[in-house]
């Protein structure tokens, strides 16, 4: 640092400083407490709780009027919160202590071999040449750290806690659990609510996934090989009509079909009523668990068929016209050629994009919860209903009443396990795509 | 032999023209009818038939100026003001990302693409929930009138931030128009002693017109469409809403008797110009989509 960058050394000197005091100061107050013996109240009664985030989460205290009041002391959560925000400080800070080391020995060598050294203002140039792509990634890559990565880590961190409504902070501690909440969910022999409801909901979660990605994508493919076959006229207008389901906002589409669909009022009892003159209105939504199902299923086919005729469509007007040509003179029908070229010609293009769509239904909160909300509501389940996939029971764990922030956060887990597995060998399977020209 | 082979593809094709018919009928259906209905000014707060016998501007007006318990218009700038801040922050993001990893060589560019496109898999759910506690605990969310800005709550910053703060991941499309540009020009401009940031601006952006326009319009329409988010967000703060939300409140079971009318009205205020910008794009929509994944 004496080697002529005087502002520089400063710079790096100020971080070293604001991190010692940053660590002093605001960061062993909690980082400190992230798994002590802490006091809990349990039954009216003070108890010792090991592993505990924190010592103690409220005393009474009398206050300078001589009344006594109720101070909150130690917030579990702001300890874990602080705790793995310093531990990210903490890489950083190490990430620049290696770089300003790094650039000293640098400079050190340039020295000796008699260079000019670069001054301060020609440090601060380079950032904008050279060296450009750190000043136009360091601010995304901020708030992707902040937004996506730190709650990820955060999240994760919460399934392996005790937090849930009874051990709300502030005024109560949460503690560490270990894999418990993880036993919960898996302990099908117990007979437990939670195990079964996790069961049954995830069964329900994989047989939707499948049916909502696989109908979509056949049929979706049936409709725009129509619309693209020889000799039909209009093509841009039957297209746009399916169009402009994709274009409006899927919340009002689904808000909206949920209304079509009630029981009391709803359009298509109305419409059904004015054809067969039947006067009992038929239950779609809070009937019987197959029926609501099956209305799931059918109105996601409505949302979800244009957005495959619209993805798909520029790749089937690829498909070698020869080969169907070959295929009907050797005698083959219309489906004959869908199931022979046609699908196995898609299914090898468009892999990546059917995963892709497999993983956004098992994500697909939209269609359940603005359609049915989870129900019809099931009582021998924990807190969920018939159509609840597991996303939407995470949601209603979280949002509702039962405030099982914990047990969310396992579910959580699960799901993104699955989920970045099937990323992961997409993500691959992208790759290896992309060097092959096979088929043809 | 050649005539029955005509008779039979004209058949084939009568077939295909009653089932387009039919099937666009019944895809166009409910929004034909949310857009009757919401100029419906029938006398039944619920529809009691499919088409409304007299028409007016009941609804809209009474979505404009009954603002005592559902405030639509406040809703309506909520979500125009969260739409812009998060335009302004994720096209900037998005396009510096963009043009980092497509011009500039730099060591372990590959791995911050590949870590990029992964984060961008996963989905966003998850975090939305941790998002939501974190902004609890650090007591953002009870926030009112940040920087001394009526109205500019909590909720609105949360929501700026989190619509805004992934965007950095979604830089696929704009890589790829940046990469159709010849590396020509850039040696071209280094030659004549242009520095990269000048490059970027004065030649690169320039040039991109195109896709600046649409990361301009999606970033946009995100807070429009978005309703899970919102949701979690905003949680009870009736003011703080977006349409969205807002929307869904005008038909719980408090408010459906009064609302459902306005509840159409709204939609179509919100469908409409949303819908309009969809079309014009949907071609970059479709290469997004497709970007990196499908090869046809």
């Known amino acids: ?440 | 032999m050649i005539k029955s082979y005509k008779l039979r593809r004209g058949l084939a094709n009568t077939i295909i023209y009653i089932l387009l018919a039919v099937l666009g009928l019944i895809w166009i259906s409910p929004l034909a009818y949310l857009i009757l209905q919401s100029f419906s000014a029938d006398p039944e707060a619920i529809p009691q038939s499919l088409i409304p016998a007299t028409y007016g501007f009941d609804n809209y007006i009474k979505l404009f100026t009954d603002t005592d318990s559902l405030n639509f218009p406040r809703w309506y700038l909520n979500t125009f003001i969260i739409a812009c801040f998060s335009c302004v922050i994720s096209t900037i993001s998005v396009l510096m990302v963009a043009y980092a990893f497509s011009r500039l060589r730099f060591k372990s560019r590959k791995k911050f693409i590949n870590v990029g496109m992964i984060l961008g898999m996963f989905p966003g759910f998850m975090t939305m929930i941790a998002i939501y506690y974190l902004l609890k605990a650090m007591q953002i969310l009870d926030l009112k009138g940040i920087f001394g800005i009526p109205g500019f709550d909590g909720p609105i910053l949360s929501l700026i931030i989190c619509y805004s703060s992934g965007a950095g991941l979604g830089f696929q499309i704009s890589k790829g128009f940046f990469d159709t540009i010849p590396r020509a020009l850039d040696e071209a401009a280094t030659i004549d002693g242009a520095t990269r940031n000048q490059i970027f601006w004065k030649i690169i952006l320039p040039m991109s017109k195109p896709i600046v326009v649409y990361t301009v319009l999606t970033s946009f329409i995100g807070p429009w469409t978005d309703f899970i988010l919102a949701k979690i967000i905003a949680g009870d703060k009736v003011d703080n809403y977006t349409v969205a939300i807002g929307l869904q409140k005008m038909i719980d079971v408090d408010h459906k008797n009064q609302w459902f009318k306005c509840f159409l009205a709204g939609s179509v205020l919100v469908a409409v110009p949303v819908t309009a910008l969809f079309l014009k794009m949907q071609n970059y929509y479709v290469e997004g989509v497709t970007a990196g994944g499908v090869k046809g």
């Open chain 1, 1 to 440: 640092m004496v080697r002529g960058q005087i502002i520089k050394g400063l710079i790096f000197l100020l971080t070293e400083a604001a991190y010692i005091s940053f660590m002093i100061f605001f960061a062993w107050n909690y980082i400190s407490k992230i798994n002590v013996t802490g006091t809990s109240v349990v039954n009216g009664q003070q108890v010792q709780v090991p592993h505990s985030l924190g010592y103690v989460a409220k005393e009474e205290i009398i206050d300078a009027d001589g009344f006594p009041v109720t101070r909150f002391v130690d917030d579990s959560m702001l300890i874990l919160l602080y705790s793995v925000l310093t531990i990210v400080v903490t890489i950083i800070f190490f990430a620049i202590y290696i770089a300003n080391t790094k650039s000293a020995y640098k400079v050190y060598e340039a020295k000796k071999n008699g260079e000019v050294i670069p001054g301060f203002r020609a440090e601060i140039k380079a950032f904008f040449d050279e060296k450009f792509h750190i000043t136009l990634m360091s601010l995304p890559c901020l708030l992707i750290g902040c937004f996506t990565v730190l709650p990820l880590i955060f999240m994760i961190l919460i399934a392996f806690t005790t937090y849930d409504k009874s051990h709300l902070p502030p005024g109560n501690l949460f503690q560490w659990a270990g894999f418990n909440n993880f036993g919960e969910l898996v302990n099908f022999a117990g007979g437990d609510a939670k195990a079964r409801t996790f069961l049954d909901l995830a069964g329900w979660t994989i047989i939707w996934a499948i049916f909502a990605t696989f109908s979509n994508y056949i049929l979706g493919m049936i409709v725009a090989l129509m619309i693209n076959k020889k000799g039909i006229k209009l093509k841009a207008l039957w297209r746009t009509l399916f169009v402009v389901v994709v274009a409006v906002p899927q919340f009002v589409s689904l808000l909206l079909m949920a209304q079509i669909l009630a029981e009391n009022g709803g359009a298509l009892n109305q419409l059904i009523e004015m054809i067969t003159g039947n006067h009992t209105p038929i239950k779609f939504i809070n009937g019987t668990a197959l029926s609501a199902r099956i209305t799931v299923i059918v109105v996601n086919i409505w949302v979800g068929i244009p957005y495959t005729i619209l993805i798909t469509s520029g790749i089937l007007m690829n498909i070698p016209a020869d080969l169907y040509e070959s295929a009907t003179i050797d005698g083959a029908g219309p489906v004959k050629s869908f199931t022979k070229i046609t699908l196995p010609y898609m299914l090898f293009v468009t892999t990546p994009y059917l995963i892709t769509s497999f993983i956004g239904n098992i994500n697909n909160f939209n269609v359940i919860y603005l359609l049915t909300g989870g129900g019809p509501s099931n009582p021998d389940y924990y807190n969920a209903g018939y159509t609840d996939i597991l996303v939407t029971w995470l949601f209603a764990l979280t949002m509702g009443e039962k405030q099982d922030y914990k047990l969310a956060a396992a579910i959580g887990i699960l799901v993104f396990i699955v989920c970045a597995t099937l990323s992961l060998i997409t993500f691959n399977m992208t790759k290896s795509a992309k060097d092959e020209e096979a088929f043809s």
